[in-house]
């Protein structure tokens, strides 16, 4: 077990698996993200230590590598991750989310062997996701175009159909006849 600072609880080490990671991925305004509750279990830290790390180092994280949730954000996640309602010793502030490219940079200032260890561990299933994400495209994109064949295939076999459901019904069909004029030209 690690101590972190003078005051911290000891924080216990956690066997990581890919699973236990992409349970911890969620997907807001378009982008996966992770929290930041997530990352400091992952990384073996007290969540207030890796927000002052990352407060001490700002200038690292733009707004497309970590922002705040909205109380709209929370409120979708709240089925999915716990928080603590204000009033009962629980978070103060709105949790931060990472993205991908802030969770790399994290690596940068959380210099313990576990936080890089288990940073590439994440980079890693991050790439992966996206590797899957670009097969399932194409599977995507093939079944599209089998559908549309089906589909124009369907109508073609619905219209053989209705002319099969013709020939067989002659009391149905109202016939012309057909006259033959001959003319003479003189």
């Given at each position: 077990?690690k101590?972190?600072?003078?005051?911290?609880k000891?924080i216990?080490?956690?066997?990581?698996t890919?699973?236990?990671?992409i349970?911890?991925?969620?997907?807001?305004?378009?982008?996966?993200i992770?929290?930041?509750?997530?990352?400091?279990?992952?990384y073996?830290?007290?969540?207030?230590?890796?927000?002052?790390?990352v407060?001490?180092?700002?200038?690292?994280f733009?707004e497309d590598?970590m922002?705040?949730?909205?109380e709209?954000?929370?409120?979708?996640?709240?089925s999915?991750?716990v928080?603590?309602?204000?009033?009962?010793?629980g978070?103060?502030?709105?949790p931060?989310?990472?993205?991908?490219?802030g969770?790399?940079?994290?690596?940068?200032?959380?210099?313990s062997?576990?936080?890089?260890?288990?940073?590439?561990?994440?980079?890693?299933?991050?790439t992966?996701m996206?590797?899957?994400?670009?097969?399932?495209?194409?599977v995507?994109?093939q079944?599209?175009?089998?559908?549309?064949?089906?589909?124009?295939?369907?109508?073609d076999?619905?219209?053989?159909?209705?002319?099969?459901?013709?020939?067989?019904?002659?009391?149905?069909?109202?016939?012309?006849?057909i006259d033959?004029k001959?003319?003479?030209?003189?």
């Open positions: 077990m101590k972190h600072g003078t005051r911290s000891l216990k080490p956690l066997v990581i890919d699973d236990s990671i349970n911890k991925i969620y997907f807001i305004r378009g982008q996966k992770m929290l930041d509750r997530d990352l400091a279990i992952l073996g830290v007290e969540t207030k230590v890796l927000n002052q790390a407060k001490r180092n700002l200038s690292r733009p590598f922002f705040r949730l909205t709209r954000e929370i409120k979708s996640l709240r999915q991750i928080t603590s309602k204000k009033g009962r010793g978070r103060r502030y709105s931060v989310a990472f993205t991908e490219q969770v790399a940079m994290l690596s940068s200032i959380l210099k062997e576990t936080a890089i260890g288990v940073n590439i561990q994440i980079i890693r299933v991050f992966r996206k590797q899957m994400l670009l097969s399932n495209k194409d995507l994109l079944l599209e175009k089998i559908e549309k064949k089906l589909n124009t295939r369907n109508k076999i619905q219209l053989i159909f209705k002319y099969l459901r013709q020939l067989l019904n002659p009391l149905q069909q109202t016939r012309k006849r033959f001959i003319t003479t030209h003189a």
